[in-house]
């Protein structure tokens, strides 16, 4: 029996809370998208639940009318696992920043993927610490100045998809607060995986690290700077997609005019391959947002999902004799009765 | 077996004792926890009232035959109530010179001193830093030495099963187990049964193991070394089926009986820590009972699932010792502010950092008042005794469902690991927890429209409303951001922070209306001194009580089980004596709260050596604290 999912428009999906980034902010397009895509995958408001934790990023929840959680920094993950799986029937998606996913809430983070708990995280990568006014994040690219790096950041900066699919996450997306339509598409195959999903999303702090992505999403450079990953077709970018990627055994994988190879040379993308190593290289080809840089979906595989198992261990232990008894339970033990 | 019933006939002298205490030690591979189970478990079923201690090192395997790595396990067995593992032990099993070395001073003077002579060789004396053998030179004079060539004895017992001598050896814990068993009379039956189906799948281990055990009992009879066995006659007790069950066992019980009688399914998150590790395993074993639970990637994680699973409407449990506690402190504080019943049960061990990991310590109660920043109080329940653990889990459940509010329910390693009978429970008399859930609006705004507030407050218990995740219309955000009273909205209002600090605190406190008054017993008219306790301690101050009262003096005790809020008529009961004094496993914490709170000048004795006080040395601090003139409530007054 399929039940019958109300008909919903955006609207119904906006809470009446004041959204309050600050303007300009890449934040506002993406909870556009989200917003807008709710709709569209055939769940209700009241069986969905957001989970965040701190920063500019976290406080998305308060703006989504469903059931809402905004914890701890680093945390929602862990909480989003606990929920997940006590209660399956949930949706439950995880909206969390650079610094709140890949620092403090980093071990959450790669245990909460290799586990495959079905929920959906979506990383809003800045590349910068915003609600605490600028200091260098984990994806802040090295020799960055802020106020905390005066001279210069020393630290080798997270590429958060190589963190991930290292982690061996089942799902695994790129995509960014400039192209809706992207946004719409990689967002709901996020959300129709069974596991758990990780999607980096390029977005502007206009405010402390203003024109980050630029040299990768403004609409002028897109297409020679953006790599567009699509399952079973040949990696190819640029105009008349004139270059493309291959592998190779020495350089692993690299960017190629299409015409010096040929067509058949390059790699055809396969996002359900089991081994990860492929999608690996993927997310290492550009070293930062101003080389060549692929967006779409990685990774994509089948995997045991971890709440369905433990639900399933579950039906198991009680299928033949029925759910635990209490008394059963006290007499479980050597007893002896005084008369 | 009626090779050993057949001689244990009515015409062998039995001498009859009302208490015995036997501790039994040896190195961390001789199996003597396993020993002192048995000999539990038998002495459990004949209906002796028992304690135990077992008090292990916390290596896993510390080289064999050092002093670091002796464990040990004291059972006090009687004929009538106690509540003590015992003082000194009346009889002490040492398997090798460590542990005679470790655990000699513990016994009596002239007590029974059993030790396998087999491993007081050369090599192992030198191990335990004995420059002569201590079973010639006199140094145990002062006790009835009993040799037992133990080892050679199980090899000798087990040759004709074609054991290797290496796996025979093994054997020798049972051999002394038989050896113990005949010495005190223990039915033997349970013991035998229990060895064949634990070793069924290994026959000729079980095979050695019980011929070991038969070869120590048919010893014990035939070496004339042993003049006569004793008797320890089963204690009154109230009719009703008994088992015998430790701390962690009975505490895991209490959650999923909570958990049946909420309705709520039982959640548990966690990351395995000494000594709390045991109700991670025991509750994963009952998934019949629909228990889920997360071995999580750390301490944080491990609240933080519970906290999610509480969210959903489950009975969130995070299991941690104090190391975890720490970690913990701001998931505690985001619970204090998302008023969701969640458990956080801490079993104690000794601290700082790693401390003593395997012994025992109550030094959390301040943590659990004020580990966390800001004002964010919680209530704590704390366990007396082994089998009280099931139902401090359940009245820790009560408070914190009731009250939509994280509880703390403090255990420690000697509850943990400690046993005694306990008379199992009516399923129908268990306290029924169950709760609502709003379904519906409960408020309506000045535009007319219906809508939830998930912070408005029942009137009695300020309770809020609790919505959960799947019901239609009731989408709300709640979180760790200071919330407008009522609509539950993000407020950075002063006057409404300040609203909602004190009515949180108003909450906490209130509970103090549906908690037991505390029970004074003893001398409670005119006892000269109270005895106020919390915890693990009660055992040694109940014995400790008595043993002052029968010299005469006028004691008085109370034990808290509930440590915030404390009981409604505390204060008054305090003032009540010219004395007050607090026993604690740590330096005068619940003295410092009761002096805080109270005004009355609590005195304090401290015990932190990782073991229980013994009633003996309970004993003497009262009657020290009665001469000393300097402690007393009348300067307040
Ligand atoms: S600080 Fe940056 S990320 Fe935060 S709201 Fe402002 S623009 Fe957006």
């Given at each position: ?50 989970v965040s934790g701190i920063g500019c990023a976290a406080r998305f ?249 433990v639900s399933r261990q579950i039906a198991e232990a009680q299928a ?20 | ?359 025992t310590e109550a030094a959390d109660l301040l943590t659990a008042y ?268």
């Amino acid at each position: 029996m399929t039940e019958l999912i109300p008909v919903t428009s955006r609207k119904d999906w906006m809470s009446d809370q004041e959204v309050r980034w600050c303007p300009g902010c890449g934040d506002y397009s993406i909870l556009a998208a989200v917003q807008l895509l709710m709709p569209d995958l055939g769940i209700t408001r009241e069986d969905t639940v957001f989970v965040s934790g701190i920063g500019c990023a976290a406080r998305f929840p308060y703006y989504i009318n469903t059931y809402g959680l905004h914890s701890i920094h680093g945390r929602a993950p862990a909480i989003a696992t606990g929920l997940a799986m006590s209660r399956p029937d949930l949706h439950v998606f995880v909206v969390t920043g650079d610094g709140d996913a890949l620092s403090i809430g980093g071990n959450h983070l790669i245990h909460a993927l290799r586990r495959n708990i079905n929920i959906t995280i979506l990383m809003f990568n800045n590349q910068i610490y915003g609600l605490t006014k600028g200091q260098y994040s984990p994806t802040s690219e090295l020799g960055k100045v802020t106020k905390s790096t005066p001279f210069g950041s020393l630290d080798h900066p997270f590429n958060p998809l190589s963190l991930a699919i290292g982690a061996e996450a089942s799902f695994v997306a790129r995509t960014h607060d400039m192209d809706r339509a992207h946004m719409l598409e990689t967002f709901r195959r996020a959300y129709e995986h069974q596991g758990a999903s990780f999607v980096e999303v390029f977005q502007n702090c206009n405010v402390f690290n203003d024109h980050a992505f630029e040299g990768v999403t403004a609409k002028a450079v897109r297409e020679e700077m953006l790599i567009p990953l699509r399952h079973g077709e040949p990696v190819r970018f640029g105009t008349d997609g004139g270059k493309g990627v291959v592998i190779d055994a020495q350089r692993g994988a690299h960017i190629v005019d299409v015409d010096a190879v040929g067509l058949d040379t390059l790699l055809v993308h396969d996002e359900a391959r089991t081994d990860p190593s492929v999608s690996f290289m993927l997310s290492r080809l550009a070293r930062g947002p101003y080389e060549p840089t692929p967006i779409g979906v990685f990774r994509a595989v089948d995997r045991l999902e971890y709440s369905a198992e433990v639900s399933r261990q579950i039906a198991e232990a009680q299928a033949p004799a029925g759910p635990g008894r209490l008394e059963d339970l006290l007499h479980s033990g050597t007893t002896w009765t005084v008369d | 077996m009626p090779d050993i019933a057949e001689h244990t006939g009515p015409e062998v002298a039995t001498e009859r004792l009302d208490r015995v205490v036997i501790r039994f030690a040896g190195d961390s591979g001789d199996g003597m926890q396993l020993t002192g189970d048995r000999f539990t478990d038998a002495s459990a079923l004949f209906g002796n009232d028992l304690a135990t201690l077992p008090d292990f090192p916390a290596e896993i395997r510390a080289p064999a035959g050092t002093l670091a790595g002796v464990s040990a396990f004291q059972v006090h067995i009687s004929d009538h109530d106690i509540t003590t593992p015992g003082d000194a032990p009346n009889v002490l099993v040492a398997m090798n010179p460590a542990a005679l070395r470790n655990e000699v001073s513990r016994l009596e003077g002239g007590g029974t001193l059993i030790v396998n002579e087999d491993a007081f060789g050369e090599r192992n004396l030198t191990k335990a830093g004995y420059t002569a053998n201590p079973l010639d030179d006199g140094s145990l004079d002062g006790y009835t030495l009993y040799r037992v060539p133990m080892s050679s004895l199980t090899l000798r017992a087990v040759e004709e099963l074609g054991v290797k001598p290496r796996d025979a050896e093994r054997s020798k814990n049972l051999f002394a187990l038989g050896l113990v068993s005949w010495m005190y009379t223990r039915p033997v039956e349970e013991t035998l049964r229990w060895i064949e189906t634990k070793f069924s799948q290994k026959p000729q281990v079980r095979d050695a193991n019980l011929a070991a055990f038969k070869a120590g009992h048919a010893f014990g009879e035939t070496a004339e070394l042993f003049d006569h066995p004793y008797a320890v006659d089963p204690a009154p007790r109230r009719p009703g089926t008994y088992t015998n069950i430790t701390g962690n066992t009975a505490l895991t019980w209490g959650l999923l009986a909570a958990s049946q009688c909420s309705h709520l399914p039982l959640f548990l998150g966690s990351y395995p820590i000494t000594p709390a590790s045991d109700i991670l395993h025991e509750l994963s074993k009952h998934k019949r009972f629909g228990v889920r639970t997360l071995q999580a990637e750390d301490e944080i994680a491990g609240i933080g699932a519970a906290i999610g699973a509480a969210y959903g409407g489950s009975l969130g449990v995070t299991t941690t010792s104090g190391p975890g506690m720490a970690l913990k402190a701001e998931a505690m504080g985001l619970a204090v502010s998302l008023e969701l019943p969640l458990l956080i049960v801490d079993i104690q061990r000794g601290g700082p950092s790693t401390g003593l990991p395997t012994k025992t310590e109550a030094a959390d109660l301040l943590t659990a008042y004020y580990g966390r920043h800001g004002e964010s109080p919680l209530p704590i329940v704390a366990a007396y005794s082994p089998s009280d653990c099931f139902w401090a889990a359940l009245e820790a459940a009560r408070i914190a469902i009731k009250y939509r509010t994280p509880v703390i329910l403090l255990s420690d390693g000697y509850l943990a690991n400690g046993s005694e009978p306990w008379l199992l429970p009516a399923v129908k008399d268990l306290p029924d927890l169950s709760t609502t859930f709003a379904t519906s609006p409960n408020h309506t705004t000045e535009s007319g429209e219906e809508v939830f507030w998930p912070y408005l407050r029942d009137p009695d218990t300020l309770a809020r409303a609790w919505a959960l995740p799947g019901t239609p219309g009731l989408m709300h955000r709640i979180g760790g951001l200071e919330k407008e009273d009522g609509s539950g909205n993000i407020s950075y209002d002063a006057e409404n922070h300040a609203r909602m600090v004190h009515l949180r605190a108003a909450k906490i406190a209130g509970i103090a209306a549906d908690i037991p008054e505390v029970m004074v017993s003893g001398d409670v008219e005119d006892a000269e001194v109270l005895i106020v306790g919390w915890g693990s301690t009660w055992g040694a101050i109940d014995g400790a009580v008595n043993r002052v009262r029968n010299q005469g003096r006028r004691v008085a005790s109370t034990h808290l089980t509930h440590l915030n809020p404390f009981p409604r008529n505390l204060g008054e009961v305090l003032r009540r004596y010219p004395k007050v004094l607090v026993p604690e496993m740590n330096l005068g914490q619940l003295s410092r709260l009761l002096r805080a709170e109270f005004l009355v000048d609590a005195g304090s004795v401290t015990n932190m050596r990782g073991v229980p006080f013994t009633a003996g040395e309970l004993e003497e601090a009262i009657l020290d604290y009665l001469s000393s003139p300097r402690h007393g409530n009348e300067g307040i007054r």
